[in-house]
């Protein structure tokens, strides 16, 4: 990690001072990342893929700003996350945003769904395309606030700090957010894991 | 002290990140030992992360590499150029 940090800024400080091919080789680890912080704000592979363009455009032309007191991972994601907000601001009506910041506020069931012989359903079966399929659209349908914690958590695996510095909010409301996320998650998949595996036990069945 | 299943539940999240304090952990192990309920939910919760940090669950449109390299690589020859033609 650390050899990687180093790396990363010798290549900056040589960009800065006029190597800017190198700037093709700065960015190629984080263009995933890009894009899925792109796509977890606007929901449209298109607009993440132009988004993502427009990010990296964007952190190439700033980079002699870059000051290296956060991770450049951090600095880049904020800047996908900026990107991604502004086109989201074009799309969407003033009235509309002020209904999602309510989100948080609501007091929901955010409890996990029981299930049972979990252990019995051997891990080949993560390996199913259906299950992949099921866990994209349970994220797309994921509520805007939670939707791009989890991202960033759990697929970018940013962690607490750096993603709650990039969101602007605060670390207990990444937690909050991740936490409720991963549960909504877990209930919304659990129909998928039942069918793998019937219940034997009459008594959880029932609790199902 | 002895935790009922839906304060498990609570902490869960955390629990799987490994920031419970020394104690909760082990107040939730105990539980988890005889929760198979818990252990379930605990196990399933796992192996959703797992499968999401599987780069295979979450693709990148085909062609955005390539793409993304080319506008840069147009940038780095012309600053600002792509701006100028909209």
């Known amino acids: 990690m650390r050899t990687t940090e180093t790396n990363e800024a010798g290549l900056i400080a040589r960009i800065v001072a006029g190597e800017k091919e190198l700037f093709h080789e700065l960015i190629r680890p984080y263009e995933r990342m890009v894009y899925l912080t792109l796509f977890a704000i606007v929901k449209n592979e298109s607009e993440a893929e132009d988004g993502a ?3 990296v455009i964007s952190a190439y032309r700033h980079l002699a700003s870059f000051r290296g007191d956060a991770k450049f991972s951090t600095w880049l994601v904020t800047i996908a996350i900026n990107e991604g907000r502004k086109r989201l601001r074009k799309a969407k009506t003033a009235a509309e945003e002020s209904i999602e910041e309510k989100e948080e506020a609501h007091e929901g069931d955010y409890s996990p769904a029981p299930l049972t012989d979990w252990r019995e359903i051997p891990l080949e079966a993560l390996e199913r395309k259906e299950l992949r399929e099921a866990l994209r659209v349970a994220v797309r349908d994921l509520p805007d606030i939670y939707r791009q914690v989890f ?21 207990g409301a990444v937690k909050v957010r991740l936490h409720r996320a991963r549960m909504m998650l877990q209930k919304r998949l659990v129909p998928y894991l039942k069918t793998t595996a ?10 199902l | 002290m002895k935790l009922d299943c839906k304060h498990v539940w609570e902490h869960i999240s955390e629990y799987i990140d490994g920031s419970v304090d020394a104690k909760l952990r082990e ?18 919760t796992r192996n959703i992360l797992i499968l999401t940090a599987d780069d295979r669950t979450f693709e990148l449109p085909v062609g955005y590499s390539e793409r993304l390299h080319e506008r840069l690589a147009r940038e780095l020859e012309n600053p600002g150029g792509d701006l100028k033609k909209k």
Do not use: K, W, Y
């Open chain 1, 53 to 55: 363009q427009e990010a």
């Open chain 1, 151 to 171: 991202t960033l958590r759990d697929l970018e695996e940013l962690n607490v700090e750096e993603t709650a510095q990039a969101l602007g909010i605060n670390p």
């Open chain 1, 198 to 207: 019937p219940a034997r036990r009459l008594f959880f069945g029932r609790a």
């Open chain 2, 27 to 44: 107040d939730i192990e105990r539980h988890l030992e005889h929760c198979e309920i818990c252990s379930a939910i605990l196990d399933s």
